[in-house]
């Protein structure tokens, strides 16, 4: 079992930056992919970025692919997401999850988490 607690959401203008925590616990923390989500008002929940176990691998969609990036601390239990350059489109609940397949390099796919976080709020302002 792995819980998931996100931090480091609020308001931010257009072009800003936000630095999202991931903190993790259980002790399979560090053999689980990593994946960012997020889901804005009447859309569905969509990819953001993914990271495997060993980091050796990152995900990005398009949209955010140059602004954002995904990373990890083991020993600390924690994934991170730094975003820059941020646009109001970016407006949404950011998730993060753990993907259920140990010691793989991680998925764009949203099946393939079985463990979510509350959720933190992200508001970029024109």
């Known amino acids: 079992q792995v819980q998931l607690v996100e931090s480091g959401g609020g308001l931010v203008q257009d072009g800003g930056s936000l630095r999202l925590s991931c903190a993790a616990s259980?002790?399979?923390?560090?053999?689980?992919?990593m994946g960012w989500f997020r889901q804005a008002p009447g859309k569905e929940r969509e990819f953001v970025a993914a990271?495997?176990?060993?980091?050796?691998?990152?995900y990005y969609a398009d949209s955010v692919k140059g602004r954002f990036t995904i990373s990890r601390d083991n020993a600390k239990n924690t994934v991170y997401l730094q975003m820059n350059s941020l646009k109001p489109e970016d407006t949404a609940v950011y998730y993060c999850?753990?993907?259920?397949?140990?010691?793989?390099?991680?998925?764009?796919?949203?099946?393939?988490?079985?463990?979510w976080g509350q959720g933190t709020q992200v508001t970029v302002s024109s």
């Open positions: 999850a753990a993907d259920r397949r140990w010691a793989t390099g991680g998925s764009t796919e949203v099946g393939n988490y079985d463990y």
């Open positions: 259980g002790r399979t923390f560090s053999t689980h992919p």
């Open positions: 990271i495997g176990w060993r980091s050796a691998t990152t």
